[in-house]
């Protein structure tokens, strides 16, 4: 029993025990005192007021302890003294969870989440203590004077503007503190609290369930539903706290029943299926009534003639049962999924009884045949297109290799080669290989009997108990399978000393490994691989041939899959591990390696006795600009030293985080898509925003399908290695790296620090000490960076002559990344400058032409020169594009000026391969060239606003030259700037021939972003103190003058972008106050965005103990109003650039044509380019001429109410948010269509 100790400002807490005699005594006591003495029955009164009534009989019968358990404070400590005053307040004394308690005779049940179970008291004191800074509350005249000047605005129709609506703001933030007001909003948050922790305990109970059938331990998950449900339906508690542990998931019941029909176990699924009766929450399914003829199926292959006449009269019984919830037996295929030889045992029971039974097969729904959202209306599917990767993949190596990718898949790791040199091994190398085998022997000896006691520990803890807990996920395998992960976590931490994830991170990763192991073996054991495999080998021949049948992929594979399985519907075995979960399983592994993982101090002192020690141990980390610190695991330096004299040339990387040797599964749902064995979510840390996950969980697939289909042509696309590169840079960097190319060289060329002098000063010592501290991070930062590098480069080198493939996904705004961390086209100028296109295409008319001019925008040069001028440019210095082909380094070197060198050297390499060809035009080019937008943000809010001056200065208008949005604002600055030089001003005196497009470009880069004046300041202040010239004593001023120039300059500019960016800040700061819940919109192609930006929730004691008691809402959050306002700009924005390539891509992907991404730069063949701008184009006008602001402004308003408040008050502040959510900024009169004839828009 655990027990809250606070005082009355809950501004302290402890954990005391106290016994549950006195709890129960105060439960019975509030009991007699609730009996009406004239009648002798109980009050008839509501849940919610007999939770308050216990409450406060509870507090009326407190215990103080003001004078117990405080220390005197010491008196020359102020510190302490504040402290120890704040201590010294009365205390409270009260269990936390005693409403909670079930009656003697039943079990406590409780979710096993460790964090749950093992309570907090430090998150709980910030979620309790009152924030200091709480506005005062009104008077009541100063209350009905403020509403009846606000009502009066609203009936005199007069427009809110940003000033009046930010006044009731603040009057609406002052009416929060008010009692009946808070009361209702925490009521409303509590609600929410709970409903999420409902969805949790079920998400938990269904993997407990499903794991214990893995295991064998199939009765224990009938105990844990039937138990759970008996203990909770006999049990006292408060109905808030029992909601949070109700089974609402009609699949738990269904897969246990399934699992108990597979034993023949009548008697447990009578218990089940009875359980199921009394829940009045979920109604029984087709799929159970399936799963007890399944078990009749089995039942009638043995048995005695008085058995089977039984038997016949118990399927007799569930037919009638099953006519008589009116269900359909004949479609039980279009209602009923299926695993291995279920619907045979299904399809015997129910023909012993009507031996002509034939069910019906599920007719063909039109539903795919196009898409959902109104923006893609007309787009048919089911249309024969050209096959854009036709000829990459050929049919006669299919089986190899989608057998190699099962494998890895199946081994969950990749072995990779370094690409460093390998040295002949000397006697210390070959010294520290012997002492790393022997410690390697140790360790896992260690580790498997520390393993078998936690299984044992685990066994006792949970012996006979219903609740769902952590020992099956430690049964699933044998117990060498678990060791073998933790020696990889060893093996990943030692041999990688820079950049080390927070401890959590590790903890999920490694559960996440066992996850998808286990699911791998599932898939094996029930046949679901072999189906996979048969539909993949479908599925690939039709991507082999030169047309495709449809234009969605995920059409082509579905199609493949029913094929496979003539039919039948597959249930899905891809039950989920919750976050808490995998993270529990990585937690318990880490404790047994971080405990009983030791190394010989002495190991390289020779004589020596040997002194074990951890080898890994905790540190805190907290960087610059973070509020909070991060714990990371390190290894200790002789675990780092033995590794390094081993230097092992392999390196072992994750499957997942690989690419694919075959095109990936084509994303079909949420959670299916890309491999056969592993899971990948399509949302990256999804984990992190369960509202997020909650909506697109209740979200229908096919709302948004054309946002998985972009996604699974980006993820088609097949690459292969430009080798002629990767050599270059091997070379380089193997010879020590170069620092002005990007090519971090090895942490041992940092310099040594500086020793100590035995006779330094204490000043001198401290000098040393920090420079010593520099050079120690800057070698940590230098070691990190090369073995990012190191690593991008061994995958390379291992995929050298080999197509493969980029899976992609999503972030919660719907913008797509590749998923392989390590190496992907979007990384930086390096990773893109190895990649070329698998399948080539002839250059044709114009291809070379592309190419140089691709060549020049690498450069950096000729920026506000029209696309003729930059071939002309090109042909000026063919000579020194062909000496940096032929000799990159020996020649004249002209590529490493260039603003992305190893880009431009490939492109280079590519030029003069074309034009030493004998016919260019012929020549077969893979090279990718790139149209990248212009300031790509701006130029969708200049389309939102039809701001005509902004669209010219993105390029969205006709014009002979490139405009340079950077240089234009700088012209306004620079004008500002003289006129206050004629004033005198000597700030702008002291910047004459300092204001320059470098200096300002990222203020003006990040406006999109919702830059503040604060963030301008301190972009400006440091491209200031770059300069070497510029009086460093007048850059804060200086700074200061040109951050207001520049962000005036900009609303002058983009006017229509400054409303639009009011409205949607505004409206995110109303919504996240008034309506108390995060941002959400849906993009016009469907994806549902919620904002995840929250924070603990304040409560006041008093309502804590009234209206949550006994629930621990350490969890309770509500939306952090600052973050919301300011991340909903630029998120709406990158929510549309997002939508804006996904067009593009489908269009592109329907037109034949090669298309990837990197956000609003956009990849294809030279040959192709100019089919691949028309398209950009056209899509662009297209998802601007459909209403997207008028329809964001209905989301937001239907989905947008006011808590809490009287009606009157409700009515009020309900219409000041709709006024401010529909009044949708005015456009202006740009024309649209101009786009389409803008040459420079993507350029």
């Not at 246990?256 to 009394?278: E, G, I, P, W």
């Not at 960087?623 to 033995?642: D, F, Q, V, W």
Request: glycine share 4%.
């Amino acid at each position: 029993m655990r027990q809250l100790t606070f005082n009355a400002d809950m501004e302290y807490l402890s954990i005391q025990p106290q016994s549950r005699r006195q709890l129960r005594q105060a439960v019975a006591n509030y009991s007699q005192h609730a009996q009406v003495e004239e009648t002798g029955d109980l009050k008839r009164i509501t849940e919610e007021e007999e939770l308050i009534n216990i409450s406060e009989y509870y507090e009326s019968h407190v215990i103080h302890t003001s004078e117990k358990n405080h220390a005197k404070p010491k008196k020359n400590k102020a510190k302490q003294q504040i402290k120890r005053r704040k201590r010294s307040k009365p205390e409270i004394i009260f269990d936390e969870n005693w409403i909670s308690e079930f009656p003697a005779e039943s079990t406590n049940f409780d979710r096993f989440r460790e964090d749950d179970v093992e309570f907090h008291p430090t998150d709980l004191t910030t979620l309790l203590t009152s924030n200091s800074k709480t506005l005062k509350p009104l008077s009541k005249s100063d209350l009905n004077k403020e509403m009846t000047g606000l009502r009066s605005i609203l009936e005199a129709n007069e427009q809110l503007t940003s000033e009046s609506v930010q006044q009731h703001l603040k009057l609406f933030k002052r009416l929060r503190s008010l009692s009946d007001v808070r009361k209702a909003s925490i009521i409303d948050a509590v609600n929410r609290e709970i409903e999420r922790r409902k969805n949790s305990f079920n998400a938990e109970l269904k993997a407990y369930i499903d794991v214990c059938i893995s295991c064998g331990l199939t009765k224990k998950a009938s105990f844990a539903v039937v138990g759970g449900e008996y203990a909770r339906s006999k049990s006292k508690t408060h109905s808030l706290i029992q909601k949070q542990y109700h089974i609402t998931d009609i699949n738990v019941y269904e897969t246990l029943l399934h699992a108990l029909a597979k034993k023949r176990d009548t008697s447990h699924m009578k218990n089940v299926f009875q359980c199921l009766k009394s829940n009045k929450d979920i109604k029984t399914s087709l799929q159970c009534y399936a799963a007890y003829l399944e078990c009749f199926g089995r039942m009638s292959i043995n048995g005695s003639e008085e058995e089977q006449e039984t038997l016949l009269d118990e399927i007799r019984q569930c037919l009638n049962d099953i006519q008589e919830q009116n269900f359909d037996l004949e479609n039980i295929l279009r209602d009923c999924t299926f695993q291995g030889e279920e619907l045979d045992h299904i399809l015997l029971a129910i023909r012993l009884v009507l031996p002509s039974f034939s069910p019906k097969f599920p007719e063909k729904s039109n539903d795919g045949l196009a898409y959902e959202p109104e923006i893609l209306e007309g787009l048919a599917l089911n249309k024969d297109i050209d096959n854009p990767h036709y000829g990459v993949l050929r049919k006669a190596d299919l089986n190899t290799l989608i057998s190699d990718q099962i494998k890895n898949e199946l081994d969950s790791s990749v072995t990779v080669s370094s690409i460093q040199p390998q040295s002949e091994p000397d006697e210390i190398m070959i010294h520290a290989r012997n002492l790393l085998e022997k410690s390697q022997k140790e360790w896992r000896k260690a580790l498997k009997k520390s393993f078998k006691r936690l299984l044992k520990q685990l066994w006792e803890q949970h012996k006979g108990d219903f609740k769902p807990n952590l020992l099956p996920y430690f049964k699933l395998f044998p117990a060498d399978v678990y060791v073998d992960y933790m020696m990889q976590e060893i093996n990943l931490l030692s041999l990688f000393s820079g950049y080390s994830p927070a401890l959590p991170s590790l903890q999920r990763s490694l559960g996440r490994k066992l996850y998808d192991k286990y699911q791998a073996l599932k898939k094996t054991q029930n046949e679901v691989l072999n189906y996979m495999n048969q539909a993949y080998e479908i599925y690939s021949g039709k991507l082999c041939e030169e047309k495709l049948n449809s234009a969605s992929l995920a059409q082509i594979w579905n199609e493949s899959f029913d094929q496979a399985c003539c039919n039948i519907p597959l249930r899905n075995i891809n039950v989920k591990w919750p976050d808490s979960v995998t993270r529990q399983v990585g937690k318990l592994l880490y404790s047994i390696i971080l405990a009983d993982i030791h190394v010989d101090a002495n190991m390289f002192r020779e004589p020596s006795s040997r002194q074990e020690i951890p080898a890994f141990y905790s540190v805190q980390i907290q960087k610059p600009g973070e509020a909070y610190s991060k714990e990371e695991i390190r290894p200790h330096p002789t675990l780092l030293r033995l590794y390094e004299r081993v230097n092992n040339r392999e390196l072992i990387f994750n499957s997942r985080d690989m690419p694919t040797m075959i095109p990936p599964i084509p994303w079909t749902s949420l959670n299916n898509g890309i491999s056969f064995l592993s899971t990948t979510e399509l949302v990256k840390n999804a984990w992190s925003s369960p509202t997020h996950q909650e909506l697109l969980q209740s979200t229908p697939t096919k709302a948004y399908q054309p946002v998985l289909d972009s996604l699974s042509s980006l993820s088609s696309t097949p690459w292969r290695i430009n080798n002629t590169v990767l050599d270059i840079i091997i070379d380089l960097f193997n010879k020590g790296g170069d620092a002005s190319l990007d090519l971090p060289p090895p942490s041992s060329s940092c310099p040594l620090p500086p020793e100590i002098p035995n006779k330094a000063s204490p000043a001198e010592k401290n000098r040393i000490l920090r420079e010593r501290q520099k050079i120690q991070q800057q070698r940590h930062d230098m070691h990190g960076l090369w073995c990012t590098e190191l690593y991008r480069l061994s995958i390379a080198n291992k995929f050298r002559d080999k197509v493969f493939y980029f899976p992609h996904n999503l972030d919660f705004r719907g913008r797509a990344y590749a998923v392989p961390p390590h190496f992907n086209h979007l990384g930086n100028d390096l990773a893109r400058s190895i990649l070329l296109f698998a399948k080539g295409k002839e250059l044709g008319e114009y291809g070379l032409d592309w190419l140089k001019i691709h060549l020049v925008n690498l450069t950096g040069l000729r920026k506000r020169s029209s696309n003729k001028e930059r071939l002309q440019f090109a042909d000026s210095i063919m000579e020194d594009i062909l000496d940096s082909a032929h000799n990159p380094f020996k020649g004249k070197q002209w590529w490493t000026k260039s603003d992305e060198p190893w880009q431009t050297l490939a492109c280079c390499i590519e030029i003069a391969n074309a034009i030493n060809s004998k016919n260019p035009k012929e020549y077969l080019s893979y090279f990718p060239v790139h149209q990248d937008g212009s300031c790509n943000g701006l130029q969708h809010y200049a389309a939102l606003g039809r701001d005509q001056g902004g669209a010219e200065s993105v390029n969205l208008a006709v014009s002979d030259r490139p405009k340079d949005v950077y240089s234009d604002v700088l012209d306004l600055v620079e004008e500002e700037r003289k006129k206050d030089l004629k004033n005198g001003m000597e700030i702008a005196k002291l910047l004459e021939g300092f204001v320059s497009r470098k200096v300002i470009k990222q203020t003006v880069m990040t406006t999109v972003y919702g830059v503040t004046w604060y963030g301008a300041w301190n972009q400006i202040m440091r491209q200031l103190d770059d300069l070497s010239d510029f009086p460093q004593s007048h850059s804060k001023s200086a700074s200061q003058y040109l951050a207001t120039k520049t962000l005036l300059c900009i609303q002058k500019m983009f006017s229509a972008t400054k409303r639009i960016q009011d409205w949607l800040t505004l409206s995110a700061d109303i919504i996240s106050v008034i309506a108390n819940k995060p941002v959400e919109w849906q993009t016009p192609l469907g994806w549902p965005v919620v904002q995840p930006y929250m924070k603990p929730s304040t409560m006041p004691s008093s309502l804590l103990e009234k209206h949550a008691k006994g629930l621990r809402l350490n969890n309770l959050e509500k939306p952090d109003a600052r973050k919301q306002k300011n991340g909903y700009p630029p998120n709406f924005i990158h929510s549309l650039d997002s939508t804006h390539m996904m067009l593009t891509a489908l269009q592109c992907f329907r037109a034949g044509r090669t298309f990837v991404s990197v956000h609003d730069c956009y990849w294809t063949h030279a040959a192709d380019v100019s089919v691949m701008n028309k398209i950009c184009r056209q899509e662009f006008v297209r998802l601007h001429k459909y209403p997207i602001l008028h329809n964001l402004s209905e989301q937001m308003t239907t989905k947008s109410s006011v808590v809490g408040f009287n009606v009157n008050q409700r009515e009020i502040f309900d219409d000041v948010m709709k006024a401010v959510l529909k009044d949708v900024p005015e456009k202006g009169d740009f024309n649209l269509d101009k786009v389409l004839e803008s040459e420079f828009f993507f350029s």
